[in-house]
């Protein structure tokens, strides 16, 4: 099994920044790819960003393309989202997600691993 702890959400004023990791512990030998997803109230969980568990590719929703960067610590084992510029349409829960699988989808039932989740509030 693998466990996954997420931190540093919180509230921020629009314009500002957060940066949110994710501690990976456990059979992370089976990990090819981590994820962030969010989950806004009414809304389903959507696709944030990903990266390989070498770091060696990343990919990134258009919404947030630009203003957030995901990254790997490997000394850590932790992965981590930079958010920038945040705006309050990035309001949400973020869940860090991690998958077995080698082949990479944005879909969440892709990831067999979850976090708790933490709130990010953006206000305007």
């Known amino acids: 099994q693998v466990q996954l702890v997420e931190s540093g959400g919180g509230l921020v004023q629009a314009g500002g920044s957060l940066r949110l990791s994710c501690a990976a512990a456990g059979r992370t030998f089976s990990i090819y790819h981590m994820a962030w997803f969010r989950q806004a109230p009414g809304k389903e969980r959507e696709f944030v960003a990903a990266?390989?568990?070498?770091?060696?590719?990343?990919d990134y929703s258009d919404p947030v393309k630009g203003r957030f960067t995901i990254s790997r610590d490997y000394a850590k084992n932790t992965v981590s989202l930079q958010m920038n510029s945040l705006k309050p349409e990035d309001t949400a829960v973020y869940y860090c997600?991690?998958?077995?699988?080698?082949?990479?989808?944005?879909?969440?039932?892709?990831?067999?691993?979850w976090g708790q989740g933490t709130q990010v509030t953006v206000s305007s």
């Open positions: 997600a991690g998958s077995s699988s080698l082949n990479y989808g944005r879909s969440w039932n892709g990831y067999d691993y």
């Open positions: 990266i390989s568990w070498s770091g060696g590719w990343k």
